[in-house]
């Protein structure tokens, strides 16, 4: 299984930006996809995710709700993030992961539960 995340770049303060994840060799259709990011220093945290199984459902961390948004095109074997509104503390690593099982009470913010990782990129938000 690869996932493969593209989209990252230079933009200014409240500028928008759209990241993809494409995803081969396996499904995720009964598990979760998500996007976290990362910034040196720190911990990856958690920003959006989504799932399928019952119904698709979205998760967004406090600090991107309203401003970004997680989407998927299963067809496509893409999921996506619209950022919009960005801030300069938006600026970090981003890196679409992926777990092939979703349980209820799956801690969906949770780095380590994450089975599947893409490379990152880079968004940097100027002031």
């Known amino acids: 299984v690869q996932l493969q995340a593209s989209g990252g770049g230079l933009v200014q303060t409240g500028g928008s930006l759209r990241l993809s994840c494409a995803t081969s060799?396996?499904?995720?259709?009964?598990?979760?996809m998500g996007w976290l990011r990362q910034t040196p220093g720190d911990e990856r945290e958690f920003v959006a995710a989504?799932?399928?199984?019952?119904?698709?459902?979205?998760y967004y961390a406090d600090s991107v709700k309203g401003r970004f948004t997680i989407s998927s095109d299963n067809a496509k074997n893409m999921v996506y993030l619209q950022m919009n509104s960005l801030k300069p503390e938006d600026t970090a690593v981003y890196y679409c992961?992926?777990?092939?099982?979703?349980?209820?009470?799956?801690?969906?913010?949770?780095?380590?539960?994450?089975?599947?990782w893409g490379q990152g990129t880079l968004v940097t938000v100027s002031s």
């Open positions: 992961a992926a777990a092939q099982t979703y349980w209820l009470g799956f801690a969906y913010y949770e780095p380590r539960l994450y089975d599947y």
């Open positions: 060799g396996g499904t995720f259709s009964g598990g979760i």
């Open positions: 989504i799932r399928w199984s019952g119904g698709i459902a979205t």
